[in-house]
């Protein structure tokens, strides 16, 4: 790590958490460069395809309980 980043480090670590998460969002949100095309077209196909079948009840909804027990389940 150069000084220049280890001297940012030191004073993004002395804010507070508010502003430390936010500078840490825009950090990682500038990793991101442009999406591909269409990326947003179909996400929202996607969601819209997702909430048809929970209208159409189709799918076999899971309560979060479950899902977080599953997922944590062999790291304790």
Do not use: C, T, Y
């Amino acid at each position: 790590m150069s000084d220049a980043v280890e001297n940012l480090l030191k004073k993004a670590l002395s804010l507070g958490e508010k502003d430390r998460a936010s500078m840490a969002g825009a950090l990682i949100e500038s990793l991101h460069g442009e999406p591909e095309a269409g990326v947003d077209e179909a996400w929202e196909a996607e969601i819209k395809r997702r909430v048809a079948e929970l209208d159409a009840r189709s799918v076999e909804m899971v309560p979060w309980s479950a899902v977080r027990d599953r997922l944590f389940r062999g790291f304790e």
